[in-house]
């Protein structure tokens, strides 16, 4: 047997350390008292540890009077927001930049769509990093605590090697390395639905539960999952492609070369087919379906109605496999589920599920597309957060 060894002064420090500055990044500034209650340390330990985040430029006290109480008024710990980190959403149709501040604010975005032909990876790479040029060219005095992106695919744990990006057409494609030597700075990516799930635990709709499916419908589909807490995502990372999940055995053929795959049933090219609109319009032109369909147009009502079944037959097994308290749904999941619950709840509901119905939350994502963005820019931080006294003293 191995000999225990207990929790050294600088480990138990930099420990708590973490959890005073994860907690003023999630939940804003926070007055010293706050802080001593809810980490269970003593006042004099707090003082110390926020005056050692003062000198790393990570926070800065505020004086905050108590109202209507008497006696000196409380020391408010608050992120610096001139530490910022990088977000990228790398979509299908589009590549979404934000400057994220510590704390949560975004303060800068770019949005470019993707022409056609222009998704091999080299030509992403240049994008990204032009999109992460001009964001930080406009925010002179800001230090760039680290890059976090967001792609639709399998992302390796150990490298960031894309490993299956089908709507991209990547396969094993270096786009971390890649974006990371371009840049000359760290590069974190994953997976689009992982860090959708992360950001809305975080900041969104799954906020206060620990077992948390995110489903997210553009193109292709994604699924991110939190069990107890923690990151499910398999032992190289690439648990949670739902969308390829069999539903279907005499369905069409999907892009990853299977039959009757969720995402050939749900995606939002399929409900434009159906409905008789072209494919590609992204959002809006699903917006539009939905608003025909409740006009009373027959064709753009059957297209809602059969994707919104194949939507609660597609949840249903993922309750059945994870029995999650909650289910957040984005992009187009999230459209459907607002114009047809009904028809999603009877398809969820007119088969066995282990967990009852009624155990488990459903709700549209409170970040709405911002979700894996939001998420990308958690990833980033994640170094910071665990390791404050790391952080470079460079801008």
Known sequence: MPTPTGVGTEELR???????LQTVHTHGP???????????????????????????????????????????????????????????????????????????EVFERRHRPHQRGEHDVDHVVDSVAQMIGDVLGG???RRCLGVGVAVPGA??????????????GWVDAPFTDLLSKRLGKPVSTGNDANLGALAEHVRGAAVGYSDVVYLSA??????????????????????GEVGHMQVDSGGPVCRCGAFGCWETKIGENVLLRRAGRLAGGGPPAVAEVIAAAQG???????????????????IRVIVNLFNPEVVVLGGSLAQIWRAAEDRVNDALSRSTMMSPREDVVIRAAALHDDSPLIG??????????????AVPHAV
């Open 376 to 389: 990308a820019a958690e990833l980033a931080f994640a170094p910071v957060l665990d390791h404050p006294q």
């Open 30 to 104: 926070t007055t010293r008292a706050a802080l001593t209650k809810q980490l269970g340390l003593n006042r004099s330990t707090i003082g110390a540890l926020t005056v050692e985040l003062q000198s790393l430029a990570l926070v800065s006290e505020e004086t905050a009077a108590v109202g209507g109480r008497s006696g000196r008024p409380s020391h408010l710990v608050v992120p610096r927001e001139d530490n910022v980190v990088v977000a990228v959403d790398v979509g299908v149709d589009r590549i979404s930049v934000a400057l994220v501040g510590l704390g949560g």
């Open 139 to 141: 925010a002179p005095g």
């Open 218 to 239: 553009s193109v292709g589909i994604g699924g991110g999952f939190l069990m107890g807490g923690r990151p499910l995502t398999g032992s190289s990372g690439y648990a």
């Open 155 to 168: 992302v390796r744990a150990g490298d960031g090697l894309v490993r299956f990006a089908p709507n991209l």
């Open 14 to 20: 930099r420990a708590n350390l973490r959890a005073i």
């Open 296 to 314: 009373g147009e027959v064709r753009a009502a059957e297209a809602v109605a059969e994707v919104a079944e194949w939507c609660g037959i597609g």
